[in-house]
């Protein structure tokens, strides 16, 4: 397994979107999220998200976050993603 960092920007207006399929993108991320949770704005309101994605590849974790309820309610207006690899903190060293 490989770990892949993923940021996705919310759509302008969408944080009722964001609460309403929460409970959901939860349930749903467990099974690929190793650590993750919402970008902030100045007020503490969640903007987007930042996520650590455990996948056999960079396909497959494209395929888990296009099956996310986030992407199907099509919360994210940008999103990045990219391999990535611990180098300090918690799972540094993480091996899958």
Do not use: C, Q
């Not at 749903?28 to 919402?38: C, R, T, W």
């Not at 503490?44 to 994605?53: A, K, L, Q």
Request: a negative charge; charged letters at 25%.
């Amino acid at each position: 397994m490989a770990l892949f960092h993923f940021i996705g920007l919310d759509r302008k207006g969408a944080l009722a979107t964001r609460m309403a399929v929460r409970p959901e993108h939860l349930d749903y991320a467990k099974g690929y999220v190793v650590l993750g949770g919402p970008i902030l704005d100045e007020h503490g309101d969640p903007m987007g998200s930042v996520m650590i994605i455990e996948a056999d590849n960079i396909e497959a974790a494209k395929s888990r976050l296009d099956h996310d309820p986030y992407t199907k309610a099509d919360l994210f207006e940008n999103t990045w993603l990219r391999p990535w690899r611990a180098a300090i903190g918690g799972i540094a060293g993480y091996e899958g």
